[in-house]
């Protein structure tokens, strides 16, 4: 391990193999920190918490400290991180609370840009992205490869599918499906992340049922009802299909429409 002399680690603290901790940060008591962890200086993490292996986490970030839910009276509430996840600066993200699970979690290998924020009970998949300023409300749930765009607000409660592009300054309200990009405030369907797609290996005849999907959702006038009623055939052919059926047989909020 490299501490730095004015870093302040509690006793409580456990921190694995060839952590790097930098100047004035601190470690709080409940804290576990994975293998090739660095934190960079002027990074405070509080517990209980535990953080996985080959973490960087840049200065000023700010990372299971107590909600801001009014409701929160200091209960023994965590944040669980995976691997390989990148918190840029001032980042900040919050343990649970007892109205829900009493975790924040998070997966491996996301990217939190400079002013991200992560709620209160947020659950985040793998490989996501938050651009700068790209924020989530308490109870949150995204799943892998989606993107947040810059400044993007989530509501409380929503859920973001799986490959999903929020677009810059976009507010949800309302669940967004996997594979939908949306845009504006209140946040609106605006295409299939083909791109997206592309780039991580789905063929082409999967992201055109997507497409007919996403017309299905979107373009034809339909009920949800009968937009997935119409989606049956493509469903048995293409798990992404599938996967769009699931998260709307899922979805508490409705989705953006």
Not at 15 to 44: C, F, M, Q, R
Not at 140 to 147: E, Q
Not at 221 to 239: I, M, N, P, R
Request: hydrophobic share 40%; net charge neutral; with cysteine.
């Amino acid at each position: 391990m490299l501490i730095h002399p004015t870093a302040i680690i509690e006793p409580g603290a456990q921190l694995g193999e060839n952590v790097k901790v930098g100047p004035y940060s601190y470690i709080g008591n409940d804290v576990v920190i994975g293998d090739n962890t660095i934190i960079e200086s002027h990074v405070v993490v509080k517990g209980p918490s535990t953080i996985g292996k080959g973490n960087h986490f840049y200065q000023f970030a700010s990372i299971g400290e107590a909600c801001q839910d009014k409701k929160y009276k200091d209960e023994p509430t965590q944040l669980i991180m995976g691997d390989n996840n990148i918190v840029r600066e001032c980042a900040t993200i919050h343990r649970g609370t007892i109205q829900d699970k009493g975790v924040t979690k998070i997966g491996s290998n996301n990217l939190f840009m400079a002013y991200t924020h992560i709620a209160h009970d947020a659950v985040i998949g793998n490989n996501v992205i938050f651009s700068n300023g790209a924020s989530v409300a308490g109870h949150v749930h995204v799943g892998d490869w989606a993107i947040l765009a810059g400044n993007t607000g989530v509501h409380q409660f929503c859920k973001i599918g799986a490959h999903a592009f929020i677009g810059m300054y976009s507010g949800v309200s309302k669940d967004v499906p996997p594979f939908v990009t949306t845009t504006g405030m209140p946040a609106k369907p605006a295409a299939v992340n083909t791109e997206g797609m592309k780039r991580r290996g789905f063929e082409s005849d999967e992201i055109m049922a997507v497409r007919r999907a996403y017309k299905a959702l979107y373009r034809k006038g339909l009920t949800l009802d009968e937009a997935v009623t119409s989606l049956a055939d493509d469903a048995k052919q293409f798990a992404a299909v599938q996967s769009m059926i699931d998260f709307l047989d899922t979805s508490e909020r409705g989705i953006i429409r």
